[in-house]
């Protein structure tokens, strides 16, 4: 790209940040735009379930810094409308539209709204931004009736951890038979079942809620293993949809999120790319299959990818191939993980047992190791991510596509030969 | 010639490490499980001790640049 006199980042949040300062830091003196629909600066959403509920941190010490000068506009509190990326202009709500030379999308997932549940209800909640998580805590001091909270993925998880450490009592729904099935093999997901149900978690798999009843005293729930709730207050924690409303009609693939190059190009605009959640680019450790990967290290770390592809110019940019890494903690117990371990068939134990204490899994498809998940492992997750990066090269993805190893995204069975050993 | 002063919150780091794979040089977990880190980092690391403040799962560390 030559010069370009004004850069827009749509996207207030990690990825947006990290474009940002990436782009100053590479030296870009023309004009910065940051427009964010949150009213707030970036902040850091991780804490949100955790520290920022429990009270230890409040909401500027969850800002996010930059290390570089951004000398930026920040237009917050603004949803951008629509993108017309030939013309290279970004129409927001009653102000004039804005032009730009290279553009950043990084307007990340919001919540997915449950259907059939009560979403007017100033008692259930979704778990997203700091106003959701300002709101919840005003919820859960009004009431000392149990949270219902729907999910089993990863915010479900910590909340519930979160809610029992301030001694509360916690109803847990998911329709998957192990917490946390999206992310690892059942074996893994059962432990972390069994250590909710040990903390006191009233732990519902295998299960939705059939008919809500909202009342005065709180809001009640069937669930479909017969079971009837009245909660203080409810969380839908189900998962999150890409925010790519905005980029109806602009010409863009935004099936599931924008669809992107290896270098993080977006297909079908010049000049724009894309970070973070909403992102869905191959990351050619995979092999050639174009995904979104919803995790904070990777929000960081497309940012500042995205911002170096922008500067570059699609014909000099690199592709973009991270190992993605994330981590959980739940009852003071350290969950990370590195790679891809939901790609894996076969799961090994590589040291202790994480099933019961300190100990790290590995997952492989076909003979190659794809995913290590750890648990209390913090040193041994520096050997085995430093193992996966020189070992899960694009080249050993190309060739383990031609000998089709990959499983569906999607699929979630697994044997864990190793694990139950 | 920017100085750079390092300090970590002792009570939000939770050691994950994911400094260390940053900038080995310059933070370390122990085996009994604490961290070490260089509080005036050498001017050469700047961008790996950035690089580990960025990618601190709990924003725990501190970097002053004068």
Known sequence: MKSPEHIAVVGAGLAGLRAAERLRELGFHGELTIIGAEKHKPYHRPALSKQFLEGGLRGRDLMLPSYFDLDAEWRLGTPVQRLDPARRVLYLPGEPPVRYDGLVIATGVRSRALPGAPLRDPRVHMLRTIDDATALHRSLAASDLPCLIIGGGFTACELASTLRDLGRDVVLVSRSKTLLRGAFDPVMGEAITGLHRSKGVDVQLGAQVRHWAPAERGVGAYLSTGKFVVAGCVVLAVGGEPETDWLYGAGLDISDGVLCEPTCHVVGASDVVAAGDMARWPNRRFGSTPRRIEHWLNAMEMGRAAAESLLAGRAAAVPFEPMPRFWSEQYGVRLQAAGMPRLGRRVVRLSGDARTGAGVLGYFADDLLVGVVGRESPRAMLHWAAKLRASLTPAAAAAATRRRIWRAWRQTTCTAEGATA | ?66
């Open chain 2, 1 to 66: 010639m920017s100085l750079l002063r390092v300090s970590v919150d002792n009570h939000r780091c939770h050691r994950y490490a994911f400094c260390q794979a940053e900038a080995p040089e310059n933070f370390k977990v122990t085996e009994d499980g604490r961290l070490d880190y260089e509080r005036r980092p050498r001017t050469p690391d700047t961008d790996r001790v950035l690089m580990a403040a960025r990618s601190c799962p709990m924003q725990a560390i501190h970097v002053e640049m004068r």
